[in-house]
Every structure is written in C-alpha cells, then in structure tokens.
C-alpha cells in the first residue's frame, strides 16, 4: 500500500514557533473563488439541494440554471433561491453581473491552465489511478489516466499545508466513500485539476477545490466541502455543497 506521512517543520527562533507550510504554491482562484459553483455552460438540480454560497453561469444565460426555481431580485443584477443560501447570477442579468461573471470565469480558466501546468517534484501516478485506502501528505500529486477514489481517502496535513492532484483523465469517487482532511488540513488549500469528466458517488463527502475542464456531477445525498469550478456544466442531486 501507498501510503506518505506528512509532517509539520517547525524551528524556534528568538523563542517563537514558526510553522513552515508544506506542498506547492497555492493555485490563485480570482474572482472564480467568489463563488462556490461557477459554471460556463448550465447548472441543474434536482430539489431538493442545499448549496451555501453565490453561483453563477457565463457566458451562457439563466435559462441554464434549472430546477432552482429562481425569484428574480428587482435591481435585476441576480436571483435567489429557496436552495441556495447566497445568489444566483447568469450572464444576461444587468450589469454589472455579465462583466463580473465574464471575468470570474476567466480567472476560473487561468487556474486551471496554472494547475494544470504544474511539475515539479510532482509524485506520479499513485495507485496506477485506482486510490483504495491511501493518505496523501501535502504535494503535488499527477495522474496520466482517469483516477477513481475506490475507499476513502485521506489527505494528512496543518491547516497551512496544499496538496494539487493534477488529473489528466476524469475522477470518480465511489459511492459512500470520503475525501477525509486530517491533521488540520482544509479544503481550500486542496486542488482537483481534472480534465475530463467528474462524478462524486451517492452519500460520499467530497472535499477541495474542483478545477474540471468538463461535466461535474454530484450524485444524490453526497456532500461537497468546497468549490465546483466547471468549464461545462454542474448537476446536483439532492446534494449539499458549501465553501
């Protein structure tokens, strides 16, 4: 079994603890990073999800954001929802919302290419793409197939600490199984640079911050701690998703 310990450095000087963070430089989101799902194509629902935070489509309109049941606000600039704790914005609201979201989905593609780019003192192909049980200390991690999270996995590190998991094919994580951060760790210094397809099985929890060049799908009753930035579209199932 694959398995790496992280670890926490620490030196004492003038009698003051300094904690040194571990992992690569964080991917900077932008503006895409005021949103908890952005999407370039559509975002659907199947009621009943709860998603605590702003979402957005661009550049296509709000007729791609379905099964909302969006309440118009007068100043027209967004929408609200009884599933959405935050608002709801598209690309033919008034402005300013259309350069807004324009430059925000931007700033979603920029960290994407940045991630995406990313090679140094990369680990290579844990598991051969099939991940059952393992714990990932902070790195950067790359994958050349499609990697699927088979049992839970657990990413062991401070809350300073990043892990970048740079996949060149899709992801899938199994039904009823987790992304669980120990030790500290957070989501949003977690990055899932994906380049196909995303599936997060049914009852599984889903952590980080999903980068995905295509479709993301959340299946029923799975919970995501974290954000869903897709260059497609985004569905949820009786989901529940916050930042």
Known sequence: ???????????????TNVVFALGPPAIVLGTSGNFVVLAKTGIATVPN??????????????????????TRDPSGTFSTSTQVVGRVFAAD????????????????????????SRR???VINVGAGTLTGLTLAPGLYTWSTTVSVVTSLTLLGSATDTWILQIAGGLNLAPAQSIIL????????????VSDSVSIGGTSSFAGILLAAKDVTIITK????????????????KAVIKA
């Open 1 to 15: 079994m694959f398995a790496i310990k992280a670890f926490i450095a620490l030196s004492s000087i003038a009698a």
């Open 49 to 70: 999800s709860v998603i605590t935070g702003d979402i957005g489509v661009s550049p296509i309109s709000a007729t791609a954001i379905t099964g909302f049941s969006l």
């Open 93 to 116: 609201f008034t402005i300013p919302t259309p350069s807004n979201l324009g430059n925000a989905v931007l700033a979603m593609q920029a960290a994407f290419t940045d991630g995406n």
């Open 120 to 122: 140094t003192n990369a």
């Open 182 to 193: 120990s030790g500290g760790a957070l989501a949003k210094n977690v990055f899932w640079v």
């Open 222 to 237: 799975s919970t995501v701690n974290g954000r869903i930035l897709s260059q497609t579209a985004v569905a949820i199932q």
